[in-house]
């Protein structure tokens, strides 16, 4: 350690903890291993022109420092420049610590704050908190401005106001509502940017309903190139930290689960109206971001160069209620009395937080290698950290960081490497060994070079009293509506007994706002009935109380060859698969059902299931599927 902490005597004799003095053992950089700025002027200033002040000082001292000193490398002793990544800032407190990461990036510092919990004060936060808004609700146009407004896309007033006036212009039968939202069919858009966006959008919003919050926003990350946006947007000195951010804000989606969408996002929305305190993203280790780390944080870490900041923070005052450790005993004032015996508990109490601030000031000024700035915030008010002990600044040289200029250096030609085509084609085929290609299966699919059915079905076991309903919108659309309303059945969220027919509508409603579909639309009561009969069947009856509907699955068929889907219905008892149950909502016919066998025969290897039946909603068939053996 170069700086060394020690108590001395001040004129009255009395120990003036905290006392400073440097020492030059070990030091090659040229500067006093243990100094001081002054920063103020000594008026008295608000709070946060205090940290303004301090932080436009730091920033400055920071981008002298690097590349102008040299340090000791600590792996292999080494003489090399300082790095921001040497550089640590320590802080009492969290608070306003955002005005000391704007003041580094104005300078084109970047910052790795530890320390900070501004995630939501973040640009990158209010971009995704749009985009989440207008996936959970169709009808958010405000959302959906601010989202194509804002720098994710980029779109101007004027491009905005076109393209508008475009889709106005095309008349109601193409577009109900003449406007430019989410729901907007893309091919009403010539813009270039507008169109393949809303295409993902309306894409991403059609799987809200099944999947996760996390994965959404994942899938919306990747489809969108948020990340490449994010920096282009942040430049080399902050994209490491948006990235970081836009990581933090997917991790706080996972506990959330299918359909949590629109939680997920009043959540994230109430902690941005109160402006709650979020820790931001975690940037990995990295030797071109000054790291801002709470003093708590910093025991038994080091750097080559510390300087404490915002220690013109007032350190917590005391409490109402005083706990005496020494008896371990609780005071307060009763009647605007104050005891003997809560005098003596708040003179201990005092005398423990003295302590405690020592212990602090220790850690701050200890974790330093090799160069220790320590800030005289000439403004701060008594009750600040930087008041509450004798620094003793007296001791200390002033630093002279306006003398400081970068080193030149000189980077080494890189090396060529030969390479001829022989040596090429060995190294890509190590390559291509080493990273095999992977072939998703999705059974939903019915893929044409799915493999051939090896155990067909050829049971059909009969319904029963089973009312035969003539479809009326037969398709997507009817299958997706018939789907959503057995799985709120089996989960109990629709009863039998209520309104199915009002549900449907909504689903309808639903679904046609974000994929409009072409031909004569389902009916609400045809698509009740049928649900219910579905429902109703004695076989269905009979798995209810193991029934777990909508499952995801994930399985390797093969080695490069992995399966992923979800299951319809699965019963599962004790934690061991019975069987698996398909909903089909098409009429069975053979061509059908050599590829609705195939799909499910990928489920029940998948799963381990026994046994599998394909339901036919419409016509009440069940068709038993056994595994290949």
Not at 181 to 205: F, M
Not at 262 to 269: E, I, K
Not at 507 to 518: F, H, K, R, S, Y
């Amino acid at each position: 350690m170069n700086a060394v902490f020690q108590p001395v005597l001040d004129a009255s004799g009395q120990p003036s903890y905290g006392a400073l003095t440097a020492t030059r053992e070990g030091a090659f950089h040229g500067l006093p291993s243990a100094s001081h700025v002054t920063i103020g002027d000594g008026r008295k200033a608000s709070m946060s022109e205090q940290r303004d002040d301090e932080a436009a000082v730091v920033a400055r001292i920071c981008s002298k420092l690097v590349g102008a000193i040299e340090i000791e490398d600590e792996h292999d002793g080494r003489r090399r420049l300082l790095e921001a990544g040497d550089i640590a800032l320590l802080a009492p407190t969290g608070t306003d610590l955002w005005r000391y990461e704007r003041a580094f990036e104005a300078l084109g510092l970047a910052v790795a704050s530890q320390a900070g919990k501004t995630l939501l004060l973040q640009q990158e936060t209010q971009d995704v908190l749009a985009l989440l808004r207008l996936l959970a609700d169709s009808r958010d146009r405000l959302a959906f401005g601010a989202f194509m407004r804002g720098p994710m896309v980029g779109l101007t007033d004027e491009e905005l106001l076109d393209i508008a006036q475009e889709v106005h212009q095309v008349g109601p039968d193409a577009s109900p509502t003449g406007l430019f939202d989410i729901t907007t069919p893309p091919a009403l858009v010539s813009h270039h940017i507008a169109r393949p966006i809303l295409e993902a959008l309306q894409k991403l919003r059609a799987r809200v309903n099944i999947t996760t919050p996390r994965i959404l926003l994942a899938g919306a990350i990747e489809q969108l190139q948020l990340r490449v946006a994010l920096s282009a947007r942040s430049g080399n000195n902050r994209a490491a930290r948006s990235l970081a951010n836009l990581d933090r804000i997917v991790e706080l989606a996972r506990p959330f689960d299918v359909r949590g969408l629109r939680s997920f996002v009043r959540h994230l929305q109430f902690d941005w109206d109160r402006r709650a305190s979020r820790q931001e993203g975690r940037i990995d280790a990295s030797k071109d971001a000054v790291e801002i780390v709470t003093i708590h944080s910093a025991k038994g870490l080091e750097w080559p160069v510390v300087i404490p900041i915002n220690m013109g923070t007032r350190a917590r005052p005391s409490e109402r209620f005083v706990h005496r450790q020494s008896d371990n005993t609780l005071h307060w004032i009763i009647g605007g009395v104050c005891s003997s015996a809560l005098k003596r508990a708040r003179e201990e109490q005092a005398q423990r937080q003295a302590l405690e601030h020592q212990r602090m000031w220790y850690v701050a000024s200890t974790r330093a290698r090799d160069l220790l700035v320590v800030p005289n915030l000439s403004s701060a008010e008594p009750g600040a950290w930087s008041k509450l002990l004798n620094l003793r600044f007296d001791l200390l040289e002033e630093l002279q960081f306006n003398q400081l200029e970068p080193r030149a250096t000189h980077d080494l030609d890189a090396a060529a490497l030969p390479q001829d085509a022989k040596a090429f084609a060995r190294q890509t085929a190590i390559v291509q060994a080493a990273s095999p290609p992977l072939r998703w299966v999705n059974p939903s699919g019915h893929d044409a070079d799915r493999a051939e059915i090896l155990t067909p079905s050829v049971a059909v076991e009969p319904s029963g009293a089973f009312e035969y309903i003539e479809p009326i919108g037969a398709g997507r659309t009817r299958g997706l509506v018939l789907h959503k309303l057995m799985e709120e059945l089996l989960t109990g969220e629709l009863s039998p007994q209520g309104d199915v027919v009002a549900r449907a509508v909504r689903l309808l409603n639903e679904l046609l706002a974000i994929d409009p579909a072409e031909g004569p639309l389902p009916d609400p009561g045809e698509l009740a009935a049928t649900a219910l009969q579905t429902y109703r069947l004695p076989y269905v009856q009979r798995l209810l109380p193991v029934l777990v509907p909508e499952l995801s699955i994930w399985s390797e068929m093969a080695p490069g060859t992995l399966l992923a889907g979800r299951v319809d219905a699965i019963a599962v008892d004790g934690g061991k698969v019975l069987e698996v149950l398909d909903w089909k909502s098409d009429c069975d016919t053979s061509l059908h059902r050599a590829k609705h066998v195939q799909q499910l025969l990928g489920y029940l290897r998948a799963s381990s299931a026994p046994f599998g039946s394909i339901v036919y909603m419409t016509t009440g068939e069940i068709v038993p599927v056994l595994p290949a053996s």
